[in-house]
């Protein structure tokens, strides 16, 4: 029974009524419940000043006070929910070829306001399930959340990890621990498969759930333009663009990133796709650093760094970090040299990180082709209301 009502400030109410899933805290008026103490994560319901009801969400503290979960009134969040909103995630995927995909065996199965589900992720690695809870209420709903996964996936699922420990709100409180909160798994390193490929995948020791599915269909661009190469794949994590690289018919290929351990799975995804024969070097160094002096080594470069911009107070110094590395990058790139640069900041729009990319090749006085214009792959949609979830954004350059 839900006994909290927020009401909302005069004409607050208009991003709503486009659907927009966030209520931030200056558009509350007041607050009505028959409890003492509002509890973060509660769900809420959302009125108008006037009394209309509009929408009903997880209460949680902060500028973002209630990200809403369904704007129907009639609509309960109970198991059938939670069973009916997941179901709907999976059939998109089972739409874009996913779910039963032999070469593609790892993806995205909630991403967030895009599967309107603020709050969760959920990746799927053959048949483990690795869930994050990014607000207060999708913890508390996280065994809700691994009903529905069992009653969708059946016995193709037989481990669902709980990996919020570190995207839960700090201040809540909550002393989460990741693990398994249903099934189990003996195998510290697992193998999954993406367009033919193998990754190691380490889910429990590794960074966000294991493995950075984002890049998918740019992986496989990168596969495309690399025969005969030299590639630099700068900030490498797990060497996903190398993987492709070599796939793709590269001379050589060098990985760069400032975590040993993340080079060291760099070289292990290499070996095991190509055996020790191959070409490669990883290196643990400080990939801002080592582009200072690569001079024209490199004809295909790979710039992916983490976001520089969490929130748009570091706008300003991200955008100075993003134009360091793209002219030095291009400065130093062979002539006729494909760069691929990205940024993974939601504070930065497309338009201002492709405006940042032109200074940089202003700054480089090299001649500078837009081949191609990336985003996120279908797995990680977009809602219509809610263009922040537009993440992901990247250019493929020809340097002259």
């Not at 969040?77 to 032999?102: E, F, H, M, S």
């Not at 059946?154 to 709980?162: F, S």
């Not at 160094?285 to 002096?293: C, F, H």
């Not at 202003?362 to 837009?370: D, H, L, P, S, T």
């Amino acid at each position: 029974m839900i006994t909290t009502q927020i009401y909302l400030r005069r004409g607050k109410e208009e991003s709503l009524l486009r659907r927009h899933p966030w209520i931030f805290s200056g558009a509350i008026e007041h607050i009505k419940s028959d409890k003492k103490e509002l509890t973060e994560g509660e769900i809420v319901d959302v009125f108008t000043k006037a009394g209309d009801f509009i929408a009903r969400g997880h209460y949680q503290i902060g500028s973002i006070a209630v990200r809403v979960l369904t704007f129907e009134q009639e609509e309960q969040i109970d198991q059938q929910w939670w069973n009916k909103r997941i179901a709907i995630a999976y059939d998109v995927r089972k739409t874009l070829g996913l779910t039963d995909n032999p070469a593609t065996t790892c993806y995205r199965l909630i991403h967030g306001e895009g599967d309107s589900l603020p709050g969760l992720v959920i990746d799927i690695y053959g048949p483990t399930a690795v869930v994050q809870c990014h607000s207060v209420g999708m913890y508390h709903s996280r065994m809700a959340i691994a009903e529905a996964l069992r009653e969708i996936y059946g016995e193709q699922l037989t481990a669902i990890y709980d990996k919020s420990s570190q995207t839960v709100p700090f201040k809540a409180g909550l002393n989460a621990v990741d693990g398994y909160i249903w099934g189990g798994n003996k195998e510290k390193n697992n193998v999954v498969l993406e367009n033919g490929n193998r990754f190691i995948v380490n889910w429990e020791e590794g960074q966000k759930t294991g493995f950075f599915l984002d890049q998918r269909q740019n992986r496989e661009l990168v596969k495309l333009y690399s025969a005969g190469r030299t590639v630099l794949n700068t900030f490498c994590y797990t060497g996903g663009f190398s993987v492709y690289a070599a796939a793709g018919g590269a001379k050589e290929v060098c990985s760069i990133d400032a975590s040993e351990r993340a080079v060291k799975l760099a070289d292990e995804n290499m070996r095991l796709n190509f055996g020790a024969e191959y070409p490669h070097e990883a290196i643990a160094t400080d990939a801002v650093e080592y582009l200072k002096e690569i001079d024209d080594k490199y004809d295909l470069i790979i710039l992916d760094p983490p976001a520089f911009a969490k929130h748009h107070k570091v706008l300003g110094n991200a955008l100075q970090g993003y134009k360091r590395i793209n002219a030095r990058a291009m400065s130093q790139i062979k002539s006729g040299g494909i760069l691929f640069t990205f940024s993974c900041s939601q504070a930065v729009s497309k338009e201002l990180f492709r405006t940042t990319v032109f200074s940089a090749a202003a700054i480089a006085g090299r001649k500078v082709r837009i081949l191609h214009q990336l985003t996120q792959p279908a797995d990680h949609p977009i809602n219509i209301y809610h263009p922040e979830g537009e993440y992901l954004k990247g250019l493929v350059l020809y340097v002259e």
